[in-house]
């Protein structure tokens, strides 16, 4: 058992919630913190009772990037010794939905971890960027990559060129986020939308973000192969059968997580 120094692990009603939680630090990236989310990614992937997964920071801040820190003095053989962005991508492969629940600053490696979970949603105090220019550098968890797809080439070249900052409501006009909504109310939506998702059946869920991340990640067609595959593997389960005949029999269905 991890001893849980940056993060706080609470479970709910097929959700969990994993609040990102080194107010110091403006919940930077640190090497730690990042094994304590995968750390809890692993015991969530194989507990199912666990439909959804939120991931949020604080008021003020989402994550403010990678440790700055524990970077400064890296030098690339340290990087070619130890790629300490690597372990970052768990949270990209994980297979059940994640939601980013976002208030603050989402910058640099903050803004990159909630591009790596399903759906963003913002408080309307939300500030996404990419900074890392500013610290001659460049965004290496996606940044360069993820970006491009959610707000185009244009935007995305801007924030990752400039470094500067876009708000809630910019990123729900480019497409970063689904939803923006008042701060007081972050929590009470994102566990709304959670407890929609949550509802559904586990495996099919599972099936539907593999169809998504396949197309988002590979061409048109290798994706629409992929999708065609996985709709055809829900006939298979039960729950598949449970929610057509829910739906002929005019009621609602009573999914069983097979
Ligand atoms: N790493 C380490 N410490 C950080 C940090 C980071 N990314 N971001 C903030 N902090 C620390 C600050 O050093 C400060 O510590 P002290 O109190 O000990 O001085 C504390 O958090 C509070 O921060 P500020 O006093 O700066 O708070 P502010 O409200 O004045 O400003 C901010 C907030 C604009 C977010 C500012 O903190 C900031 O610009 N942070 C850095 C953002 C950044 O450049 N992120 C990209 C990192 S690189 C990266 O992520 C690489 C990648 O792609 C993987």
Redesign the pocket.
Known sequence: VMELENIIFKKDNKIATITLNRP???????DQLIKEINYILDLLSNDDEVHVVILKGSH??F?????????KDLKLISHIKKDF?KP?EKISKFKKPIIASVA??A??????IAMMCDVIIAADNA?F????I??G???????TQRLVKSVGKSKAMEMVLS?S?ISAEEALSYGLVSKVVPIEDLDKETINLAGIIANNSLPILILAKEAILRSFESTLSEGMINERRLFQSTFELEDRKEGMMAFIEKRSPKFKNN
């Open positions: 110091k630090f403006l919940n930077a990236l640190c003020k801040a994550a403010a990037g990678a440790d700055i820190n524990e970077m962005i970052w603050g600053y910058l640099g490696g903050g803004c990159e500030k960027g990419q900074p890392e500013k610290l550098t460049i965004p290496a968890a996606g940044g470094g900052t």
